[in-house]
């Protein structure tokens, strides 16, 4: 069974402060998705990395998938209010089509003005 | 509007009750799943579907019965539920095959009293 850490699990911020979260597994991946879900919503895609130490950037926000390919980080700068939300980790394993995804428990930011 | 379309948004049922899901997407995609979502759990995957075909069933209890009847569509038949299986169902699509994202729809938030 593949699994995926984040850390942390909570975070609430000031309006303006940078923040990092974590996305760990002892798995390797084919491809790795990062996902925001705000409540009562879906989640909603963000980005795919799928070559290892690939950077994507998204305006404030920065993505990085390690070079081993199992583990990510996702970087925001100067965060905004309207940041706020669950962001999750996803996993593609190596041995499938690529389409199934394992989920992450999810780290909760809150971003206060 | 997300793409992949949920109804109903909410629902209560009585543990003796038959309701189904029904999920809607015109994107299209050839794969769509069935996630389960409770508090402070990882998205479970319930069901996949890949050109209409069940490719996953994940140990789901045969209270909940899935339905693809083509490539757009895709329901959730539930009977029999038990309180614990109160919880956000969430219903995805995506096209197969390594970096392809999941586009979620909104969910329907299930209640069993």
């Known amino acids: 069974t593949q699994l995926l850490e984040q850390s942390p699990q909570f975070l609430s911020i000031q309006e303006g402060e940078n923040l990092t979260v974590y996305c760990n597994s002892s798995?390797?991946?084919?491809?790795l998705q990062w996902y925001r879900q705000e409540p009562g919503e879906g989640p909603v895609l963000l980005v795919t990395?799928?070559?290892?130490?690939e950077v994507k950037k998204l305006k404030r926000l920065t993505f990085q998938f390690g070079d081993a390919r199992k583990d990510s980080s996702l970087h925001i700068t100067a965060a905004q209010t309207g940041d706020t939300g669950l962001y999750l980790c996803?996993?593609?394993?190596?041995?499938?089509?690529?389409?199934?995804?394992?989920f992450g428990e999810g780290t909760q930011l809150t971003v206060n003005p | 509007e997300t793409g992949v379309t949920q109804t109903p948004r909410h629902l209560v049922m009585g543990m003796t009750n038959k309701k189904s899901l029904k999920c809607e997407q015109h994107?299209?995609?050839?794969?769509m799943y069935w996630y389960k979502q409770s508090a402070k759990k990882p998205l479970e995957l319930m069901f996949v579907?890949?050109?209409?075909?069940?490719?996953e069933n994940n140990s789901v209890p045969s209270r909940f019965s899935p339905e693809c009847p083509n490539s757009s569509h895709l329901f959730l038949h539930l009977h029999t539920l038990q309180p614990e299986d109160s919880a956000l169902y969430l219903c995805?699509?995506?096209?197969?095959?390594?970096?392809?994202?999941?586009?979620f729809g909104s969910g329907t938030r299930l209640t069993v009293v």
């Open positions: 579907y890949n050109f209409k075909e069940q490719t």
């Open positions: 798995s390797v991946f084919s491809s």
């Open positions: 994107l299209g995609h050839n794969a």
């Open positions: 990395v799928v070559t290892g130490g």
């Open positions: 995805a699509s995506s096209r197969t095959g390594v970096g392809y994202g999941y586009t």
């Open positions: 996803a996993g593609a394993g190596e041995e499938t089509s690529g389409s199934r995804l394992t």
